[in-house]
């Protein structure tokens, strides 16, 4: 498959300009400065999984020259949609966005593609929300990025160059920022990690539910237990699009610069509790260059103690919640084990020792620790039904099949 991007919005980016106004319409090299196309292990990684690129930002701000960038550097592994390709489809009722996430899943289907860029103004919540998911049912890791030319913030500027009327990309800009900051940050496991850690896992599940039938005669399979369907990944900051203390701290330098380098992470340990089944992560100096400062202490009032934790001890992946139980519980079931005095181990399992903390609460440490490539990302989720906080359901803990 060959790359292709549409070459009018890019050529007019590049010639427009007046006598009057000398700064130059060329986007600065430091303008591509993004790890997805500097930083070679992030180009190898991401060349041995399946990426959603997905460029938001104003009209004339250099979405298709970024697009184009990415084609470059990827070369045959890389398909762009152009939204403007989509616009004036032959059929007016015919919905543009429809047309085009069709082309695009229709593109993930196909093997070879290890990067799909979406070339849109991707300016609303609900379409940031839509191809997030559309990039999770086609089991792919998204990205967003925005242009980072010296102009994608001046009105008159971007206007001069779209051909828009300032009025209207003032309006659009305004949304965009009401989109800028994501529900989370974290890092994003590649599909071949996500495939590994769910085969552990499970045959964690199914050497703890032979251990435990011998010796508390439990019945449900924990597979059965907990649910888990969703794409794994280890949140850093949970930003509720700005609405979370902080958030918008967070997403200045280290985070914007790493946004979208893929990190190896350090899967060190598995742990089961009546409510939550996940995996420790132990972070490395530089991956705690991205830890929030306040992330163990913010979960004090929960779990008294996490406070005193060392930084990055909340680290972990959801593998699975109990019915009725929210992901948020998994990090802070992992400070209640973390908090406890440390207990000898009650059986060597083949994958590592584990341990028994009381209360239905289990850990396994791996023998080796799993190494998970994942990339530094952003997640938005689609608008919906509340989504309460993870909170403690004493019935859960009392029904509990595992305790
Ligand atoms: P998780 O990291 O254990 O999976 C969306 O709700 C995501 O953000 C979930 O993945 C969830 O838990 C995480 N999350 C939700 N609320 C959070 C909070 N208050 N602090 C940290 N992470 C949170």
Request: net charge neutral; aromatic share 8%; charged share 25%.
């Amino acid at each position: 498959m060959s790359s292709r991007v549409a070459s009018h919005t890019w050529t007019a980016a590049l010639t427009s300009g007046t006598s009057r106004s000398p700064r130059p319409t060329l986007p600065s090299a430091g303008s591509l400065s993004f790890p997805i196309l500097k930083h070679e292990k992030t180009k190898d990684a991401l060349c041995r999984s399946r990426t959603l690129v997905v460029i938001k930002g104003l009209p004339g701000s250099g979405k298709t020259f970024l697009s184009r960038a990415l084609a470059d550097a990827y070369k045959d592994h890389c398909s762009v949609f152009c939204a403007d390709d989509y616009a004036d489809s032959a059929d007016p009722a015919m919905d543009a966005h429809k047309a085009l996430d069709e082309a695009v899943v229709a593109c993930c289907a196909d093997a070879p593609t290890v990067l799909v860029v979406v070339d849109d103004t991707n300016h609303t919540h609900e379409r940031l929300a839509r191809l997030g998911e559309l990039a999770r049912e086609q089991r792919m890791v998204v990205v967003f990025l925005t242009p980072r030319t010296e102009w994608n913030a001046d009105t008159a500027r971007l206007a001069k160059l779209s051909g828009r009327k300032p009025a209207a990309i003032t309006a659009m800009k305004r949304q965009l920022d009401e989109v800028c900051l994501p529900l989370f940050f974290g890092w994003f496991l590649l599909t071949p990690a996500q495939d590994q850690l769910r085969s552990t896992g499970s045959d964690f599940l199914t050497a703890l539910d032979g251990f435990k039938k011998n010796a508390v005669g439990q019945e449900i399979p924990l597979e059965q237990y907990f649910k888990g369907k969703r794409s794994l990944h280890c949140t850093t900051k949970f930003c509720d699009y700005g609405k979370a203390e902080g958030a918008k701290e967070y997403a200045e330098k280290p985070v914007s610069e790493l946004y979208g380098s893929v990190f190896d992470l350090a899967v060190s340990a598995l742990f089961v509790t009546p409510r939550t089944f996940g995996a420790r992560v132990s972070l490395t100096d530089e991956q705690l260059v991205l830890w929030p400062a306040d992330a163990e202490k913010e979960a004090e009032s929960s779990v008294p103690g996490a406070g005193s934790l060392p930084l990055g001890s909340r680290a972990h992946i959801t593998l699975g919640c109990a019915d009725g139980v929210e992901p948020v519980q998994t990090g802070l079931d992992l400070l209640e084990i973390l908090v406890l005095p440390e207990v000898e181990p009650v059986t060597d399992l083949e994958l590592g020792s584990l341990r028994f903390y009381g209360e239905g609460r289990w850990m396994l440490e791996l023998k080796e620790p799993m190494c998970a490539a994942a990339c530094f990302s952003s997640f938005y989720k689609r608008r919906g039904p509340s989504h309460e906080k993870g909170k403690r359901d004493p019935k859960k803990k009392k029904n509990c099949a595992i305790l």
